[in-house]
């Protein structure tokens, strides 16, 4: 039990000890700090650091040796000695020494500026922006480090930080000072959104225009036309895709940039209306007449007050209407057809064709009319289709026939007259003519179908008189 209270003591007294001697390198330190004596407290403070365990006493020497970089940083600045001024308040870690860091990396940047040591040059302007962005220095910097980088081919960062210049710093005389040397890249710059246009990477190229459209350029209009003249092709593009909506706000953007394109916008505007109404006038041609209105109204979205629009879809519904009052005229005049009805259906049929024609509509009314007039007289109907075909060609060719034989032969020539026989199959008949003579007969026969007024050859001849 002895032992073990003997043990405790001495690790106490030990503990103890430690604890002094850590507390006496602070104290050295701080003696040695408050001497101005920097570098050897900053030794001690460091030692200190690696072995206390006290919070507060750590914050303190921490805080000193800072300090301890601050000040040989200060005097390094008095003699110039810029490179080993960074390197101490870098070390110091401190708001004061951020506020000197960047007056050495300045220095040392315009150094090696002078030197012609461009890479250098940049890798101290990039630590300026990039870890000491509340530097009064930044405006020079980026003036310079436009030049480096134009000089570089680098346009697109040298455009980069003239943005950043102008947009945070648009009154500084670096700013200024910098524009004619940037109106004399401007070109460079749209020439290069345009090599993007036609590579169709139109959004790509439209931001960088836009971006050059907002400082005071001498080719601001320039950059403009080429925005607007995007924006043209976008809303070709937007209306190819049946996106009417983007396509007026491309159009009014177009008018925007470009207000000279007035006339060219309104007469695109006009060819898109055009090229919907066809399309609507399409949809109603094959009796999609709701189809057919929605589309008409969609030349709202591009022309909200244009009166042929509103004229084109009362039109259409009016078209509707009749269509649908002729579909029940037709549909009475099938129901009469069924029934054998055909001046019943004829009248219906009529109605239909009034009220809204149709190739379906007309072709019945042909066909019932021709019934009609066979029910009357089938064989003078027939008599009359062969008469009245193709304007009378096979009576006149027949009768050129007659009179070529008669001159030949006078009396000698016999003619059986137009004969009209039943042939089978309703509606059918066989219409003859002969013609007998010394030297030759003819036989012409040809088969008529009273529905239709096809006319068929019966033979040979017959075809000859038709085809001749």
């Known amino acids: 039990m002895k032992s073990k209270i003997l043990l405790s003591m001495i690790l106490l007294i030990g503990a103890t000890n430690a604890n002094s001697l850590v507390s006496t390198k602070l104290n050295i330190a701080h003696q040695l700090y408050m001497k101005s004596n920097y570098v050897m407290a900053i030794k001690l403070y460091d030692e200190f650091l690696t072995t206390s365990q006290n919070g507060a006493l750590s914050t303190q020497a921490e805080l000193e040796r800072s300090d301890c970089y601050y000040q040989l940083g ?89 943005d950043f210049l102008w947009q945070n710093y648009p009154d500084n005389d670096f700013t200024n000072a910098i524009q004619p040397f940037i109106d004399e890249l401007m070109p460079l710059f749209i020439n290069e959104a345009l090599v993007i246009k036609d590579s169709l990477k139109y959004d790509q190229a439209l931001d960088l225009l836009k971006k050059l459209g907002k400082y005071p350029s001498k080719y601001q209009n320039k950059i403009f036309i080429d925005i607007s003249d995007l924006y043209m092709i976008k809303a070709n593009i937007s209306y190819s895709n049946n996106n009417y909506v983007q396509t007026q706000e491309f159009l009014d953007l177009a008018y925007e940039f470009d207000q000279s394109k007035y006339n060219l916008i309104d007469a695109k505007t006009k060819e898109f209306c055009n090229q919907i109404f066809q399309h609507a006038t399409e949809l109603a041609d094959s009796f999609q007449f709701d189809e057919s209105i929605a589309t008409y109204k969609k030349c709202f979205i591009l022309m909200p007050d244009y009166p042929k629009c509103n004229e084109m879809i009362a039109k259409t519904v009016l078209m509707k209407q009749n269509y649908q009052l002729a579909l029940e005229n037709e549909k009475q005049a099938n129901r009469f057809e069924a029934e054998e009805n055909y001046e019943a259906a004829f009248a219906s049929y009529k109605k239909s064709h009034n009220a809204f024609a149709t190739d ?13 007039q066979a029910e009357k007289d089938p064989k003078a109907f027939a008599e009359s289709i062969i008469k009245e075909f193709k304007s009378g060609m096979i009576i006149s060719k027949v009768r050129d026939i007659e009179a070529s034989l008669v001159a030949q032969y006078g009396d000698q020539v016999e003619t059986s007259g137009w004969k009209v026989y039943y042939a089978i199959g309703k509606f059918k008949y066989e219409v003859r003519y002969d013609l007998l003579s010394p030297g030759k007969n003819y036989y012409f026969a040809w088969r008529v179908d009273l529905k239709t007024r096809e006319v068929t050859s019966l033979n040979k001849t017959s075809d000859e008189i038709i085809k001749g």
């Open 74 to 162: 200060f005097k390094a600045v008095e003699k110039e000695n810029w490179l080993l001024a960074a390197r101490l308040f870098f070390l110091s870690n401190s708001e004061i020494a951020d506020s000197k860091l960047d007056d050495c990396y300045f220095h040392l940047a315009q150094m090696d500026l002078e030197d012609n040591k461009p890479n250098s040059t940049l890798n101290y302007f990039n630590k300026i922006t990039s870890y000491l962005k509340d530097s009064e220095h930044i405006p020079e910097v980026l003036y310079h480090r436009i030049q480096i980088y134009t000089d570089m081919g680098n346009n697109l960062a040298a455009f980069n930080d003239y």
């Open 360 to 372: 379906r509509v007309n072709n019945k009314l042909y066909i019932i009319g021709n019934i009609i």
